[in-house]
């Protein structure tokens, strides 16, 4: 392969895809190089990297709004934010300690993997936050989608669409979100020594009740000796202390609850965002599960009935990280019978050698009528195929 | 003379109407097609009253495999189709044409389950918005997004405008709201998208849908999230004596830390029609009111309404009113909530929907005012201002069409205003026939041309909706 091609300004990205279709030379998107392990391994003639994408293009706090090139690091933009008491509220992974990986994570792939945390079930998803994008499409044009304000309907959502297609629609170059102020503290309540299923149905009350927990997780018995269900809750410390005593006198039948700090509690909350209890061994294959939270369990147990894997959960048991032998398919058809068993949902392999990328299917299979879409969408941005071709599905 | 034009009705579709009434009622019962003159006058137009069309015939499946039925033979018989809920569309998006068949959701209106553990209710999409937070409001749970229409606007509408209300500032549009739907393709095809889950699978085909003004599909059922209702919810009023001064002060309170569930704007004409009519005790010597609404419990609202009303005084508020009571919250809310109805009442009007960055609204508000004078007009000003977006309310008489005119000349200034200071046409009503001609504005050709090639991925013949939302000409079909 040649050496990664590096533009620094719009015009650039998109005379390089302009050459690229016409040349039939594919293109890998790449931002810092900490996600590129992540989806099918692609048979490509270069990198096209955002690297020289860089800086803020806006910010502004009291409009709640901030924009920056794809390239930027995404801890430049989180800098920033904090800064002014603010930041991204969908808490977004980072993958680095899962996958092993090094380089600096940018805004633009935080945005094209859609990337989000454990605070994704109060505060919504990274596409929930993206307002406005700005991407070269496989034709080579300049298209903009949103903008920079709140609410936004004009024409097509081609920005919710930008979320999550890994970079298979568009070269993201500049990327808009709306931010909210970082709540003056935090603290997490703490069951303990629950099973899958009850830890589930407590994390069910705290969920229903008033008190807006912005995160909910269980960590098996295997993690640390002692099961752990964990209830965070951020805000005021009065409202904070108010909202603890109510959920503690609503959880009292779950058995004995602690609360942590808010030191504690936020580097715990970092290791369930990142995965980072599956981060070794290194050779087992990582799954990321989402089914609805309270079948969460009984997924889990249905893939026990194929499969020894190792598992913890978050959104309230509605995420659930696999970790699986490597071997034959690493477990993608139990997983995925279990989740068609349990009603709806999807699996995707967030770890796994490049043969077993290339092996199986990555991203959850779309049935024959949404394949079809797919595969038309695909071609109405990029039609042929330049793209991150098959980084998601192999077809297209 | 009214601007917006309609493409001529296809001859040939017309000619055909009996053969096409005849088919559809092979496929639905006798009482759910409508053909007759008379009935299908009903459905000739939406909240955007101005412009009305006759349909071809009106389709009322109750199931989605009859929905299904009517689509796919539309779809073999080259017939447009125009998908309408509640039909309380602002920019026209739900009026028909002559040569269309308008498949309404109305009788498919059951919630067809609740599930407290999971948070989610599945409706078909002809359900009202209100009935869903009805259904669950005795167990303590709503539905979010709040449109002032939701009495009568339905789901699939809300997902076709992608509508927000009210209380989005906290709790987001319907976009976010919303986990699962199912689809009736062009074709007659039905697909499932999402689920009960978080995030869908592949692209993000259920965010497409959103907004999409029935051009890609039809919505027969969804899943939706449910939320526990807060402890409780009060609003707080406050008077200032300059909309400068209410703009920095809300931009202080979102800069302080609070997310309040609402804050919403009226100007000095807004409070003079809505105190008229809803007698709410707004105050009268100011120029513009602030309301500002917070959840939890009493000692948060307490906590949370202290600071607030110090940031108020910091910026010159000049009256405070708190609510005491549950009475004195649902009046401060009333006034707010019959703007519309109360300024229906003493002229014409037509809604614009312009989001514009909060910092430019004093610029915006004193502009707006030079354009809507300059045209000879009044207009008056309610909108949510946490999220910059504006409902200027033009008042016309709509029997005098040169002052019609002078009316939809002025909102289409005011709209591209809102696009010249960094914001956009429409924040949640959509674009439908009204904002279509001003689409190049926003948007380039290649920005266009890319959605025309998203949207005929889906229907690649352009008979869903057709008339609306891009401009006539130009199309591209792939
Ligand atoms: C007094 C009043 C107040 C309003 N307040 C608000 C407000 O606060 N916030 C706001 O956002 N809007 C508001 N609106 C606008 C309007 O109520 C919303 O756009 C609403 O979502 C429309 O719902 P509906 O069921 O009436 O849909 P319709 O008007 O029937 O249709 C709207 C669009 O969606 C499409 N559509 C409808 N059903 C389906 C379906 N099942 N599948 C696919 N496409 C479909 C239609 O083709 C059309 O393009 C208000 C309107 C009025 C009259």
């Known amino acids: ?396 | 003379m009214t601007a917006i034009a309609f493409p001529a009705p296809d001859a040939g579709i017309l000619a055909r109407r009996d053969a096409i009434v005849a088919g559809l009622a092979a496929l639905l019962p006798a009482e759910s097609l409508v053909e007759s003159s008379d009935e299908r006058r009903v459905f000739e137009t939406d909240g955007l009253t101005a412009y009305r069309r006759q349909p071809l015939a009106v389709a009322l499946p109750s199931t989605t495999e009859q929905a299904a039925a009517v689509m796919k033979y539309c779809h073999d018989n080259g017939v447009p189709v125009v998908a309408r809920g509640a039909g309380t569309s602002l920019s026209g998006g739900a009026i028909p044409q002559e040569d269309a068949v308008v498949i309404g959701l109305g009788k498919m209106s059951r919630i067809l389950s609740i599930d407290y553990a999971n948070r989610v209710a599945r409706v078909q999409a002809g359900v009202t918005n209100l009935a869903i937070t009805g259904a669950v409001a005795a167990d303590g749970f709503f539905y979010a997004p709040d449109p002032s229409s939701q009495l009568a606007c339905t789901i699939g509408g809300n997902i076709g405008m992608n509508s927000g209300g009210a209380h989005c500032l906290k709790y987001g549009v319907t976009t976010n709201n919303v986990l699962g739907a199912t689809v009736v393709l062009n074709d007659g095809t039905v697909v499932e998208i999402g689920g009960d889950h978080l995030d869908s699978e592949g692209y993000d085909l259920l965010g497409l849908m959103h907004g999409s003004e029935g051009q890609l599909g039809l919505i027969t059922e969804a899943t939706v999230r449910i939320l526990r209702a807060a402890e409780g919810a009060r609003p707080v009023l406050f008077g200032f004596d300059t909309s400068e001064e209410a703009g920095a002060a809300t931009a202080a309170i979102i800069a302080s830390g609070i997310i309040p569930v609402a804050i919403e704007f009226m100007d000095k004409p807004a409070i003079d029609i809505c105190e008229a009519y809803a007698k709410a005790g707004y105050p009268l010597d100011v120029a513009a009111l602030l309301i500002v609404e917070v959840e939890g419990s009493d000692e948060e609202m307490d906590a949370q309404l202290r600071k607030i009303v110090a940031i108020a005084k910091q910026h010159g508020v000049k009256v405070v009113k708190e609510s005491q009571s549950a009475m004195e919250a649902a009046l401060i809310w009333k006034g707010r909530k019959s703007a519309f109805g109360a300024t229906g009442r003493i002229a014409d009007y037509i809604c614009m929907d312009g989001t514009i960055p909060t910092g430019q609204l004093p610029l915006v508000l004193r502009r707006m005012d030079e354009i809507v004078k300059r045209h000879g007009l009044r207009v008056a000003n309610v909108f949510h201002a946490g999220d910059g977006n504006l409902h200027p309310l033009i008042l016309y008489n709509c029997n005098d069409p040169v002052e019609q005119a002078k009316a939809e000349e002025a909102g289409n200034e005011i709209l591209k205003l809102c696009v010249d200071v960094g914001g956009c046409l429409t924040g949640e009503h959509g674009v439908g026939i009204e904002k279509r001609d001003l689409m190049t504005h926003q948007f380039n050709k290649v920005d266009l041309d890319q959605q025309m090639r998203a949207r005929a991925a889906f229907d690649p013949g352009w008979l869903l909706n057709p008339a609306k939302v891009f401009p006539l000409e130009g199309r591209v079909s792939g």
């Not at chain 1, 058995?255 to 995965?275: K, N, P, Y």
């Not at chain 1, 058809?333 to 490049?354: F, N």
Request: proline share 6%.
């Open chain 1, 1 to 396: 392969m040649s050496s990664p091609l590096i533009p620094s300004s719009a015009a650039e990205a998109a005379a390089i895809v302009i050459e690229a279709r016409a040349k039939k030379t594919p293109l890998a998107i790449v931002g810092g190089g900490s996600r590129s392990a992540i989806g099918r391994p692609m048979q490509t003639a270069a990198d096209l990297s955002s690297r020289a994408l860089s800086g803020l293009t806006l910010y502004e706090p009291a409009e709640m709004v901030i924009g920056a090139r794809a390239g930027t690091p995404l801890a430049d933009v989180e800098n920033a934010l904090a800064e002014k008491g603010q930041r991204l509220s969908f808490e977004p992974m980072d993958h680095r300690p899962l996958l092993g990986s090094s380089g600096e994570p940018t805004i633009g792939a935080v945005a094209a993997g859609n990337v989000s945390g454990p605070r994704r079930l109060q505060a919504g998803a990274a596409r929930d936050s993206l307002i406005g994008v700005k991407f070269i499409n496989g034709r080579g044009e300049d298209i903009k989608s949103g903008g920079r304000v709140m609410k936004n309907v004009t024409g097509l959502d081609l920005v919710k669409l930008s979320a999550g297609a890994w970079g298979t629609l568009g070269f993201l170059h500049e990327v808009v979100f709306k931010v909210l102020p970082k709540p003056e503290t935090e603290a997490t309540l703490m069951l303990s020594g629950l099973d899958d299923s009850r830890a589930v149905a407590a994390l069910s009350v705290a969920l229903g009740s008033p008190f807006e927990p912005t995160g909910a997780a269980h960590l098996p018995r295997w993690i640390d000796r002692v099961a752990k269900t964990l209830i965070r809750l951020e805000g005021f410390s009065d409202s904070l202390r108010y909202r603890a005593g109510a959920l503690r006198a609503l959880l009292a039948e779950f058995g004995a609850i602690d609360l942590l700090d808010e030191h504690t509690s936020a580097s715990l909350w970092r290791q369930v965002r990142d995965a980072t209890f599956l981060a070794k061994p290194r050779a087992q294959a990582v799954w990321r599960v989402s089914v609805a939270p309270a079948r969460g369990p009984e997924v889990v147990a249905a893939i026990r009935e194929g499969r020894d894997v190792r598992c913890f959960y978050d959104w309230g048991g509605g995420l659930i990280w696999v970790a699986t032998d490597a071997a034959d398919d690493a477990g993608a058809t139990a997983i995925r019978k279990a989740i068609a068993r349990s009603g709806s949902g999807h699996a995707t392999l967030v770890r796994g050698t490049p043969e077993l990328r290339a092996s199986i299917d990555v991203f959850q299979p779309l049935t024959p009528p949404l394949a079809a879409l797919h595969r038309r969408l695909k071609a109405s941005f990029d039609p042929d195929g330049v793209l991150n071709p098959g980084k998601m599905h192999a077809e297209f």
